[in-house]
């Protein structure tokens, strides 16, 4: 057969070749070592928290290596496809500070000399491709409609053979130029297959940058690589974009993996140097007694607006995610507290093989200590963004007298053990309604071991003695005062040493104290509260909880 004459048929309209995309698209001037990888969604308008995970593991390999990171929309499925859907992807990658250097790097903005960097617009390169195939004898146009199709499925089933178009069942494998000029000229609809070199006996071996060595049975399949419309299946534009983007590392979901023989034969038959592949397990969730992969439908915190939504701080999640990548990461941040998490280098080869447990309560951890690390003014700015989108109340509120809400913030905030209550900005509302009349409810929590007439003696005597201007040991002296005054000890050691002899200590005198200015038991400094409410606040508060009693 004369595989021009077909090549020329199949695609009349294609005048490139693979050498003109080669100079339209040259190789990449890189450091040694330079890893180019990329971020391939489709664009389905949800950004999976596996798929930030995934973005976030290329970038850094990227990045690390000071080299370069894209961002591909690999929307040549239609069916999946939603509106805005580029947007969504965006939105999650920017608000969680991936940083893209080529594709699609900002809304409507395509950056870099690789491009178009999405699927849809890239028709002409894949049949380029495929003609060069075609011309060489190593593709050929298929005819078999979705019936038959179906026909040789459920005979393979039947008789429990490897499933797809092959051997004996590759009927148009062997059509005659003649029978394909016909067909052609009929307009009936065709795909072009790969016309695998495969063997059934032998297998392929690839390094996996996470797995190590893989071995696996040759493709013997003759896959589509292009569909009737002209539009390419995804693993034959994953080896015509990668290898023209110069990409170095493919890193991608473990669902690939059984596919990767195609790929690599895809490779060899376009006589191109496949990259390095490394295949990333899912992220699990713990359920009954397994585990299962994170699911969209089941699990509200697979989608990466779920973080945003919560307003956990943005950095926390990344070094959740890092931490769930390299368990070495721990120890990272436990020697450099202050490092930013770009300062870490990610290992390919110490990721999980199993997939890694999602785990709320790290995550909780990991975001508090990010929070307690942050300065008053820091958190007063992220806890304002957020409830500028998510909790209009509160936003106003804490807007109102910036002043105020950052000394708020400020309280036990000191270096050396900052208080850490706070895993996520949705919890300021919470943790510190009592500071805000408007929204504080005061349900008081008595003390238990205190009588209701002292609690009232107490708050009497402290009205009497309260000086605004008080240092904080002053303050505390008085506190002992009125502790001595209403029959408490002024000392817990000596009261533990007699407690017959006293109604209590002076620490039950603050608690008392503490109920009456915030309803809690429980609360940060309560000499920072007392300062930032201010006299005429405080004093109000403690009437009111005398009139409770
Ligand atoms: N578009 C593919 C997906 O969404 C990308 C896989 C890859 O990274 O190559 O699964």
């Known amino acids: 057969m004369d595989y021009n004459k077909l090549a020329s048929l199949l695609f009349p309209h294609i005048d490139k070749t693979i050498e003109d995309y080669e100079r339209i ?271 969209k439908r089941k699990d509200p915190e697979a989608a990466v607006t779920y973080y945003s939504e919560e307003g956990y701080p943005v950095d926390g999640v990344i070094e959740y995610l890092l931490n769930l990548a390299n368990y070495t990461f721990e120890d990272f941040r436990r020697n450099n507290p202050k490092a930013h998490w770009t300062e870490f280098s990610l290992a390919m080869n110490k990721m999980s093989t199993s997939g890694g447990l999602f785990d709320l309560a790290k995550l909780n951890d990991i975001c508090k200590n990010k929070i307690a690390s942050m300065t008053a003014k820091e958190v007063y700015d992220l806890a304002t963004a957020w409830a500028k989108t998510y909790d209009e109340e509160l936003y106003n509120l804490l807007t109102k007298d910036e002043k105020y809400s950052v000394a708020m913030f400020n309280f036990d905030r000191n270096p050396d053990k900052p208080r850490k209550d706070i895993a996520k900005f949705s919890e300021v509302r919470n943790a510190f309604s009592f500071m805000f009349d408007e929204i504080a409810e005061f349900n008081y929590e008595y003390p238990e071991n205190v009588e209701k007439a002292d609690m009232k003696a107490i708050c009497e005597e402290y009205i009497n003695i309260y000086g605004e201007d008080d240092e904080k040991d002053v303050w505390f002296d008085k506190m002992k005062d009125v502790a001595e005054k209403c029959g408490f000890c002024r000392e817990v050691k000596e009261y533990k040493k007699n407690p017959e002899g006293f109604k209590g200590h002076v620490g039950d005198v603050s608690s008392v104290i503490r109920v009456a200015v915030t309803g809690r038991m429980k609360s940060p400094d309560l000499y920072a509260i007392l300062k930032t409410l201010g006299k005429d606040r405080a004093m109000e508060r403690i009437n009111k909880f005398i009139l409770s009693l």
């Open 25 to 295: 698209y040259p190789k990449r001037e890189l450091p040694e070592g330079a890893n180019v990888t990329r971020f391939a969604p489709s664009p389905t308008g949800f950004l999976h928290i596996g798929g930030l995970f995934a973005a976030l593991i290329s970038e850094r390999m990227a990045h690390q290596s000071s080299g370069k990171f894209i961002l591909r929309i690999e929307d040549t499925d239609k069916k999946r496809e939603v509106e805005g859907g580029i947007d969504k992807i965006l939105e999650g990658l920017l608000a969680f500070g991936i940083k893209i250097d080529e594709g699609f790097t900002d809304f409507d903005t395509e950056t870099g000399n690789y491009g178009p960097y999405q699927q849809s617009k890239r028709a002409e390169i894949y049949q380029t491709f495929a003609k060069h195939l075609v011309e060489e004898g190593k593709a050929y146009p298929c005819f078999c409609t979705e019936e038959e199709i179906s026909a040789i499925r459920e005979a393979q089933e039947k008789d429990k053979l490897l499933p797809g178009y092959y051997g004996k069942f590759a009927k148009c494998r062997n059509l005659t130029f003649e029978e394909i000029e016909e067909k052609v000229k009929a307009g009936l609809p065709y795909v072009i297959r790969l016309k695998s070199p495969g063997q059934e006996d032998k297998r392929i071996s690839f390094k996996d940058g996470i797995r190590g060595n893989i071995e696996m049975p040759e493709n013997i399949v003759d896959v589509v690589i292009l569909k009737s419309d002209g539009i390419p299946t995804y693993h034959f534009a994953h080896v015509v974009d990668d290898h023209l983007m110069g990409t170095t590392a493919v890193i991608r979901g473990d669902e690939w993996i059984s596919s990767a023989p195609i790929h690599l034969q895809m490779f060899y038959m376009l006589g191109l140097k496949a990259p390095k592949y490394a295949h990333i397990a899912p992220i699990m969730k713990e359920d009954g007694n397994g585990k299962r992969k994170i699911s």
